[in-house]
């Protein structure tokens, strides 16, 4: 499978972004879908994961609440609204697949990457 993040930009701290992630080459749906954000000089970080179906996500205790990850399986995209964004939310994110029924916030366990898109927060 392909994936293909868009989406990211400059936004004034509090502001609000979408990231997307379309997909290609398999069915959408056999791919539990995870999000990622890597800062210069940090280790990359799992932010959300959303299961087959979507009826299952988890998310990093640092933007529960402000971050909502989705999917649409016609459309064979991913989603990551992030709401209330703040300084230390700037990254490049990356989303990612894997298939497998569940979801792991450990990034060695996905196969396929997007190329990352940038979140710059400014205060």
């Known amino acids: 499978v392909q994936l293909q993040a868009s989406g990211g930009g400059l936004v004034q701290a509090g502001g609000s972004l979408r990231l997307s992630c379309a997909s290609s080459?398999?069915?959408?749906?056999?791919?539990?879908m995870g999000w990622f954000r890597q800062a210069p000089g940090k280790e990359r970080e799992f932010v959300a994961g959303?299961?087959?179906?979507?009826?299952?996500?988890e998310y990093a205790a640092t933007v529960k609440g402000r971050f909502t990850i989705s999917r649409d399986n016609v459309g064979s995209t991913a989603y990551l609204q992030m709401n209330s964004l703040n300084v230390d939310d700037t990254a490049n994110y990356y989303c990612?697949?894997?298939?497998?029924?569940?979801?792991?916030?450990?990034?060695?366990?996905?196969?396929?990457w997007g190329q990352g898109t940038l979140v710059t927060v400014s205060s």
């Open positions: 990612a697949a894997r298939r497998a029924p569940t979801i792991d916030g450990n990034h060695e366990s996905y196969y396929y």
């Open positions: 080459g398999d069915r959408f749906s056999f791919y539990t």
């Open positions: 959303i299961s087959y179906a979507g009826v299952v996500t």
